[in-house]
């Protein structure tokens, strides 16, 4: 009897993630969205700042950079701010509050630029 090979493929970006031998399937990645935030951390960042600071510590390029970026913001690892544009790590604590409220909050920072202006 021929043995059947089961795929499974990764729920984010589609990839065939495994065959039925159950062994990974491709090259293994050589950054994580983990790795991105560590590289933040405390600092505050524009994107290209964000971006050449992950070119120089990480030797990441420009488009695994911006690949990992987006799915960080989907994750609520980070965020950018409205008023400055840089990017920001998001703490756990926040990632509670701002999945609660979202928006709300973002109309209050524009509210209060504006009338700060």
């Known amino acids: ?66 690949r990992l970026l987006e799915r960080g913001r989907r994750e609520w690892l980070f965020r950018q701010r409205l008023a400055d544009g ?3 790590a998001v703490s756990k604590s926040q990632k509670v509050a701002k999945a609660s409220s979202g928006l709300p909050d973002q109309l209050s920072e524009l509210a209060d630029k504006a009338l700060h202006e």
């Open 1 to 66: 009897m021929a043995k059947e090979r089961m795929m499974a493929t990764c729920l984010v970006c589609g990839a065939i993630t495994r065959t039925g031998d159950a062994r990974p399937v491709g090259r293994p990645r050589k950054h994580s969205v983990e790795d991105l935030a560590d590289c933040l951390g405390s600092h505050e960042l524009t994107s290209g700042e964000f971006r050449q600071r992950a070119e120089a510590t990480l030797d990441m390029s420009r488009a695994t950079f911006y």
């Open 86 to 88: 840089k990017w920001i």
